[in-house]
């Protein structure tokens, strides 16, 4: 692992580094800038010597060869500079760097670009290197003339061996005196970093304090200026952020209190339709775990409604058929600043099952009523317009009505005790019953009956049966619905048995037939209000449709619950199960 070095050391280090690139950056600008300007201030020495030349070779380049070079040879002594002369043609007629003699072995310099240049404005100047004294030279050429006519040119040179040797020494001065610089400075550098970077790590140490939650920490006085005026407000950041993350604590523990006691579920998404929070009613309705924190509610819910409610907010019926079927009612509402969306499930499936079963009961009741009302009203309607001449007849159409009377009178106070039930209404008085008693008593109660059609009923009821804590009256109106209906639905010399037993902390009762059965799909809903597997016949037989109702919903009182069983062309059996005393 690196260390990593201390805070006043990355300051002085840092300092130090700074100070370094700027002497460096002296050095360079130096570097880069000084030989341009000296060439530039040479160009200049050279232009106007040039012209003093000049003006001592007008007129004089018509003289002999030997006298003119005699001339820049004197010049080149007086001034220390390389001197040619050219005559109009570009011919050297004079050089202070030969003698006389050598002069025709010169080539010609018309073509040099600052003779060239010289010849368009009067004075030309170059920078190249000379095979003749090996050196880089400068030139400054000036035009010769006389009047309108040329007489020739003056040629000026200076090796440029001097520009850099005055460039190096300057440069080693330069590099000397930052170094000395650098050296003085340190110290001060090092304190500088001491005095700058100690409060600073101090007020890092208070900031890693307070990001960790610990708000106990205050930084002392540091004199005077910004690094005090920090410091205190670091102090009242830190006050500040302790009393707000207490408001904020509690604020949240509230929020998490009332959305874990909604009955609704809620979801809060954010602008991306990711889920960002799911209150435990949510979790428990859709078997939602931390998983699906971070993901989008589409992927969750695989649902478009409520991908559409994210993008339009509002309130929408939907119906999610996992993990059970339910029905909810999804209202939207974006949050503040466009931050997210928060999603309240309200289930409304208890709501629109009993929806469901109060427009089938208003349809079934109105079906039940308007049978025997027909019936009762048409044969009224014929003996209030028809008497009939034979008294047997009208007393068997007042027999009709009479019967249908009593199906009616039968059917309301079904509806009227399955009403007390629902509403729990119905005051029971618990008591011990002893189930072999209550049987045999209503066994015998509806002896009649089953002897009229020839049947057997028969029970197999064990002595040491215990007794069941419930109301005796409502306990006898079950064992009658279920003893009426096997006799009414079995086939006459039929077989029914009634059978009693110990099951765990239950006693579990069965009336058992060998009529016709019923199939499969009815037997779930045999219990439900006016459900008939046989509506005709039920009918026939007089019954109102709400004797296994009634019995479902007296067991329910009591604690128990309530099954059947059944076998087509062998028969059913009805059970209800209660906690024994």
């Not at 939207?332 to 089938?360: C, M, N, W, Y």
Request: glycine share 8%; net charge positive; with cysteine.
């Amino acid at each position: 692992m690196i260390h990593r070095p201390s805070l006043p050391w990355r300051w002085f280090l840092g300092l130090a580094a700074l100070l370094a690139a700027l002497l460096l950056v002296v050095n360079l600008a130096l570097r880069l800038t000084l030989p341009a300007y000296l060439r530039d201030t040479i160009r200049h020495d050279l232009t106007r010597s040039a012209w003093l030349a000049q003006g001592n070779f007008v007129g004089l380049l018509a003289a002999s060869p030997t006298e003119i070079n005699q001339r820049a040879h004197q010049l080149a002594g007086t001034t220390g500079l390389r001197i040619t002369i050219l005559n109009a043609t570009g011919n050297v007629i004079g050089e202070s760097s030969a003698p006389v003699s050598e002069l025709p072995n010169i080539g010609n310099h018309l073509t040099r670009p600052e003779v060239q240049q010289a010849m368009r404005d009067g004075i030309g100047w170059d920078k190249r290197y000379s095979a003749t004294v090996k050196e880089e030279m400068l030139y400054v050429a000036v035009a010769v003339r006389t009047g309108d006519q040329l007489q020739g040119f003056v040629r000026v040179a200076l090796p440029l061996v001097e520009v850099r040797r005055t460039v190096a020494h300057v440069e080693r001065t330069i590099a000397f005196a930052s170094l000395l610089v650098g050296l003085a400075m340190l110290p001060v550098v090092f304190v500088l970093s001491r005095r700058v970077s100690e409060p600073i790590a101090e007020m890092r140490q208070m900031a890693t304090r307070v990001a960790a939650g610990d708000f106990s920490r205050r930084l002392p006085s540091l004199g005077h200026g910004e690094l005090n005026d920090l410091g205190r407000a670091l102090n009242a950041m830190a006050t500040q952020l302790d009393g707000r993350l207490r408001e904020l604590d509690k604020e949240k523990a509230d929020l998490a209190a009332i959305l874990a006691g909604m009955a609704e579920g809620v979801l809060v998404a954010d602008a991306a339709g990711k889920i960002r929070l799911l209150n435990r009613t949510l979790r428990q309705l859709f078997e939602l775990t931390d998983d699906a924190l971070g993901k989008s509610v589409l992927a969750v819910f695989r649902k478009v409604e409520l991908d559409q409610l994210l993008k339009e907010p509002g309130s929408r019926e939907v119906v999610f058929l996992t993990p059970v079927e339910r029905v909810f009612t999804v209202n939207a509402a974006p949050l503040s600043g466009q931050a997210g969306t928060v999603i309240v499930f309200h289930d409304i499936t208890r709501l629109k099952q009993l929806e469901s079963l109060r427009k089938d009961f208003v349809a079934n009741v109105s079906h039940e009523l308007r049978t025997p009302l027909s019936i009762i009203k048409g044969y009224i309607e014929t003996l209030l317009e028809e008497q009939p001449t034979d008294p047997a007849t009208a007393r068997q159409f007042l027999g009709v009505a009479q019967k249908h009377t009593r199906q009616l009178e039968a059917l309301v106070e079904d509806l009227l005790s399955i009403s007390a039930l629902e509403s729990q209404q119905a005051r029971l008085s618990f008591g011990s019953v002893d189930l072999r008693e209550l049987a045999s008593m209503v066994a015998e109660e509806l002896a009649g009956q089953a002897r009229d059609k020839q049947m057997t009923v028969g029970m197999a009821l064990p002595a040491d049966l215990p007794a069941v804590r419930a109301d005796r009256q409502r306990l006898s109106q079950v064992l009658t619905n279920l003893l009426q209906n096997a006799i009414k639905y079995t086939q006459p010399a039929g077989q029914i048995n009634m059978t009693g037993r110990v099951v765990g902390n239950e006693v579990e009762f069965c009336v058992a037939d060998n009529g016709p059965g019923i199939a499969a799909e009815h037997l779930l809903r045999v219990f439900e209000r006016f459900y008939r597997v046989d509506k005709a016949r039920s009918r026939e037989l007089g019954g109102t449709g709400l004797g296994l109702s009634i019995v479902k919903h007296i067991v329910q009182a009591h604690g128990g619950r309530v099954w059947a069983e059944s076998v087509v062309g062998q028969g059913s059996k009805f059970y209800f199960a209660l906690p024994k005393t």
